[in-house]
């Protein structure tokens, strides 16, 4: 979506959810929410670490949000600037 000089991109799941102590905390770098997750069952804890270096990189940011539904809503943000 484009709106007051803004690109956002939502994504949206139907999953547990992320708890709000941990919302921050799951975009650092080897940061996981569930215990039993380890590198032999899949994931290092790196994905959401390197989709904020990416938006801060760009000028903007990456958040997390609880869902009305109980998932979590992860949401993209960086200005856009005209081409001239």
Do not use: K, Y
Not at 32 to 39: A, E, G, K, L, Q
Not at 40 to 53: E, F, I, P, T
């Amino acid at each position: 979506m484009l709106a007051e000089g803004h690109c956002t991109v939502a994504v949206e799941d139907g999953g547990p959810g992320v708890p709000d102590e941990l919302r921050d905390s799951i975009f650092e770098a080897f940061q996981r929410t569930d215990v039993s997750r380890s590198r032999q069952s899949g994931g290092s804890g790196l994905g959401l670490a390197v989709v904020r270096a990416i938006a801060v990189a760009h000028h903007g940011t990456a958040r997390c949000r609880a869902t009305e539904r109980g998932g979590s809503s992860f949401e993209l943000r960086w200005p856009v600037h005209a081409r001239r």
